[in-house]
């Protein structure tokens, strides 16, 4: 079947927009928070077919610059679902050698939350299976606002090198592929810098619902995709 098959010329980087769970609890008649508890549930799952596959990064969008504006109730529920996931499933990452990286402005979280990502990321450092990153208060446009104040603090102009060096994204390579779930096609301020040559991949699926044969399938149709990056095919 052909979602089943394995998929080959993987990428070495693949980041999720994790869209549609608010939706998902619309259609059952449910509170927002239960699509963002059953989004938790698709995340994790997601993220074990990846490395399972030894996709060796992989980036979550889990809470944008944006996201801060929506209702006092919904962005508790998610600072606690995040602080959740991470207590809970920290043990089972540095099990599987899994490096926990965040990008964003964390300075923003509840200070226990502050301190739970902070735990993680220390404790995984050494960590060299795969890089989970994960983009938690984060927009591209701050990304590159501090990236460009840094630069005119220093007081030099940068190469592109140094400038990606920068950004959060430092020692993570571009992705190669950007997964949109929930049907809208935009990037909602994630990766513009890193993106300039990702290939996209825009789901219908409501990322509770998002599950490995969907990723199976989106896996193999990049892997027939021509990369060009600008050069004419040899
Ligand atoms: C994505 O789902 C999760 C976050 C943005 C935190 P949404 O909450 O945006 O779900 P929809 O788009 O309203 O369905
Ligand atoms: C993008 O989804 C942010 C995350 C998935 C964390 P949004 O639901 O916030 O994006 P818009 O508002 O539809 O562009
Ligand atoms: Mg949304």
């Not at 799952?45 to 990064?57: E, N, R």
């Not at 965040?102 to 300075?107: A, E, L």
């Not at 993680?120 to 104040?149: F, M, P, Q, W």
């Not at 060096?165 to 997964?179: F, G, K, Q, S």
Request: charge should be neutral.
């Amino acid at each position: 079947m052909k979602s089943e098959k394995i998929p080959q010329n993987l990428p070495r980087h693949i980041a999720f927009i994790m869209d549609g769970n608010g939706r998902w609890a619309k259609k059952r008649f449910l509170p927002r928070k239960a699509g963002h508890r059953e989004g938790v549930k698709a995340m994790r799952k997601i993220v074990d077919a990846c490395f399972s596959l030894d996709i060796p990064y992989v980036s979550l969008y889990a809470f944008s610059t944006e996201n801060k504006n929506r209702s006092e109730e919904e962005v508790r529920s998610l600072f606690s679902l995040i602080e959740e996931y991470f207590t809970k499933f920290m043990g089972e990452m540095l099990e599987k050698g899994i490096r926990i990286t965040v990008m964003g402005d964390v300075s923003y979280f509840p200070e226990n939350l502050r301190n739970t990502i902070s735990e993680a990321i220390e404790k995984s450092r050494e960590c060299t299976h795969g890089t989970l990153n994960i983009a938690l208060n984060y927009g591209a446009r701050d990304e590159i606002l501090r990236a460009v104040n840094a630069a005119v603090e220093a007081g030099q102009k940068v190469s592109a090198e140094e400038f990606a060096r920068l950004l959060y994204t430092a020692d993570i390579p571009d992705p190669d592929l950007i997964v949109r779930t929930g049907g809208e096609s935009r990037l909602s301020n994630f990766m513009l810098y890193q993106s300039a040559y990702s290939e996209f991949f825009f789901s219908e699926v409501l990322w509770p619902d998002f599950n490995k044969k969907h990723l199976y399938e989106i896996l193999n149709d990049y892997a027939l995709r021509e990369r060009r990056f600008g050069k004419v095919k040899s």
